[in-house]
């Protein structure tokens, strides 16, 4: 498993490196300039250059790029302009609430994906069938800010039993009654999409399965059907599901940035909002950079469990 | 699995998170009893804190400037009759060239240090700091010189009367100079005030608590926690749930509902008022011709304005100035009135093109006026192009005078001296504006306005008035309605203030359920 790792990770840093030169492009090219956001609609041309001088935005784009990247490679994520302190620390602690949160999400994904994929194909009912399908195409269908208005207001407001919003006030571990309690609804409106596409793929995964010429024998030799799914059917459908999995998880991060604003969850999606309306350009590199390296993690990490429930792909040296 | 192996699981899933104990109640069991003193309140803000822009006044910056610092006057919230508060007293020279201020000599920072001339002198001059950009920072560079060698005391001195240094001396927030670096973080907030700051976590909330050792009246509470809650749905949700007591700056479209309810109420922030505009490019060919601009001023219909975006709890003015203010004129103030047929004659045979007509995307007070204007002058024969712009590409097109004709936004200052406005707003600013309008009668006239020694005397209401004629007569700027900031309250809480600076005042404020 380590040569196939290794073998990975050149072209994952060269996708880094590239990926560092299109945020740091991007960023700028965004309309606005975190001069305007700091100095304010009735600024003088002096304080505007006062500014700019104090952020260090006056020399030339690439020397500001080499600047920031040779800092990135000895450790030092830098300062923001306009949240305030230090970028790995602002980092840090959103990205633990964002992991929380988008980590709980996909467990809640996983989960429903499992249960109601082979409950699916064990019950054979066709009233399920419609159930989980009308489900399925409400929860894609439905926007994050729409479920999770829906939900505030069902679960908060009109039957007070969850918080509306913010996080466990004695942190994560402190209490973990009361840190579900804050968790739920908002991993719930960031699971229901991914849960959906999980289940319509790993239905029609066991349903491939099922059709497959092992299964018929098994079934003569008077295996049950259920002990075939579990066993035999249920393991060969995962490494297809695993790949959507790994897919998911980018959308997940992405979802988790509407989702933190409804339910006040202060995470990295939280921070990448306020890092964006200000310009902060520092914090913008840095926090798109990191989704980039993440989705590159995810990706390996996904390639690595697809080899490993697929002996084909180990085996074969395929990627 | 088994029949009680899932019913196993099913209840282990709902003790979990049911828990031993429940969030919802545990968030409101912070009250101190029927008005009684103690207890927390909970407010939501909708931005969070930047603490590069503690002195814009936005909504984080403001409400920590509320609870924890002070300033040297307060302005009552409707005039401009400064009243004591670091300062005891003080005297104007009668050239207007210098002020002794007299100190509060019991105040103590919430260190335990005693305030200083020399804690006030750093405060000003922090605040005059350029790349501070604090929105009177022009006013402050004006003090030119400082005495303090008496530590109760401060003399300013000017190389001009300034008429509206008091407005200076409400705005500033006395910080603790020893505590700077802090200060420039966003770790440690130290002033004066009823309340001490306790931290700050991105994104989620600032917490205060009683400074017990106040000069004044100590507060009632025993803490203030501000939640960061930046969708506007969640914080009315946050409020309905009992999870928050008051909403900083709620929509205006939510507080008729909440009202309806009986259980909350809304506190319009008088004597804290902004002012919604058209603001126009007069070096667009079209809008060039003053006539054009005055045809457009008629044509539109503010008091359909104020009556549906916002709900009637708005004015329609043409002046900028509120009704307290040395500078306002009943009759002024109405002197383009909507009359269609008089904006037609004085259309009368122009051929104007279609004018962009930009607005701050995602304000919904914004875009529905935006679109009452269109509508507007399309019944005149203008035609016009809605253009929503990003908020900081607004911005930058504002500061930039960048607009190509027709834009719609808010200004505040008004409620000040009417000086303040010609020289700190940058919409107003005669030296340069987002218009373009450079005029040396209207640079005269905002001169002249500016270095007066009192700034309520009959000799400055002289030169108001001269003011508002140069804007009435140029109208670079058509003044639409003026509008004013509400808190939406639970029942629950009892006596809240605020400053003219629209900064949240929880000295006497109490929570009971």
Known sequence: MIPYILRRTPSALVTLLLASVLVFVLVRLVPGDPVDTLAGADASPETRAAIRDQLGLDGSPVAQYFQWLGALLSGDLGTSYLVGGSIADLVGAGALNTLVLAGSALLLAVVAALVTGVASVLSRSRLLDAVVSAVNTLAVALPPFVTGVVLVVTFAVAWPLLPAGGVPPDGFLGRPGITAQYLALPALCLALPAASVLTRFLTEALRTELRQPYVTTARALGISRRRIVLTQVLPNALPATVTVLGLQVGGLLGGAVLVELIFAWPGLGMLVEQAISTRDYPLVQVLLLLSVAVFIVVQVVTDVAHAWLDPRVRWGGAA | ?513
């Open chain 2, 1 to 513: 699995m088994r029949v009680p192996a899932r019913v196993a699981t099913a209840l282990l899933a709902a003790l979990t998170l049911v828990g031993c104990s429940s969030a919802v109640a545990e968030q409101k069991s912070r009250s101190g009893g029927q008005g009684a003193a103690g207890g927390t309140l909970v407010a939501a803000i909708g931005t969070d804190l930047v603490p590069a822009q503690f002195y814009s006044g936005l909504q984080a910056a403001s409400t920590i400037a509320g609870l924890t610092y002070e300033s040297l006057i307060d302005y009552p919230v409707d005039s401009l009759e400064p009243q004591p508060s670091l300062a005891t007293s003080w005297k104007l020279a009668e050239d207007g060239l210098s002020l002794t201020l007299d100190l509060q000599p019991e105040a103590t920072f919430q260190t335990g240090r005693d305030l200083t001339s020399d804690d006030v002198k750093f405060s000003l001059q922090t605040y005059a700091d350029p790349a501070r950009a604090a929105q009177l920072q022009r006013t402050a560079a004006a003090i030119t010189s400082y005495d303090t060698s008496d530590p109760d005391r401060i003399v300013l001195g000017f190389d001009h009367p300034v008429s509206n240094i008091f407005d200076l001396l409400d705005q500033v927030p006395i910080i603790d100079r020893e505590s700077i670096a802090g200060f420039d973080s966003g770790t440690k907030y130290v002033g004066t005030g009823p309340f001490t700051f306790d931290s700050w976590t991105p994104n989620s909330r600032l917490e205060f608590s009683r400074y017990d050792d106040y000069w004044g009246e100590k507060a009632l509470l025993d803490e203030v926690e501000v939640r960061v809650i930046k969708d506007s749905t969640s914080q009315i949700s946050a409020l309905r749930s009992g999870q928050v007591d008051v909403v900083l700056g709620a929509p205006a479209r939510d507080l008729e509902q909440l009202e309806r309810s009986g259980e909350f109420r809304a506190e319009r922030l008088t004597g804290a008022e902004a002012d919604l505009y058209v603001g126009t490019n007069v070096t667009h060919p079209a809008l060039a011709d003053v006539e054009v601009r005055q045809a457009i001023a008629y044509a539109i219909d503010k008091r359909r304005i104020a009556e549906e975006v916002y709900r009637d709890r708005a004015r329609a003015h043409d002046l900028p100035w509120p009704e307290y203010s040395p500078a306002y004129d009943p009759e002024l103030d109405q002197r383009y009135a909507r009359d269609v047929a008089k904006a037609g004659e004085l259309l009368d045979g122009r051929r104007v093109p279609t004018l962009p007509l930009a607005y701050m995307a995602g304000n919904p007070n914004h875009e529905a006026a935006a679109q009452i204007v269109q509508a507007n002058l399309a019944e005149v024969g203008v035609e016009t192009e809605l253009q929503p712009v990003e908020t900081s590409q607004f911005l930058k097109q504002l500061i930039g005078a960048e607009f190509e004709a027709l834009w719609v936004t808010e200004h505040t200052f008004a409620q000040y001296t009417p000086s303040t406005l010609t020289v700190s707003a940058y919409p107003f600013n005669a030296d340069g504006n987002a218009s373009r309008f450079v005029d040396a009668d209207y640079q005269r006239a905002a001169d002249a306005a500016w270095k007066v020694a009192d700034g309520t005397g009959a000799e400055a209401s002289r030169r108001y008035a001269e003011l508002s004629r140069q804007l009435l007569e140029h109208l670079f700027l058509i003044e639409l309605v003026e509008t004013t900031q509400e808190h939406a309250l639970s029942s629950a809480v009892d006596d809240i203030a605020w400053s003219k600076r629209g900064e949240i005042d929880l000295a006497r404020t109490t929570v009971s359920r």
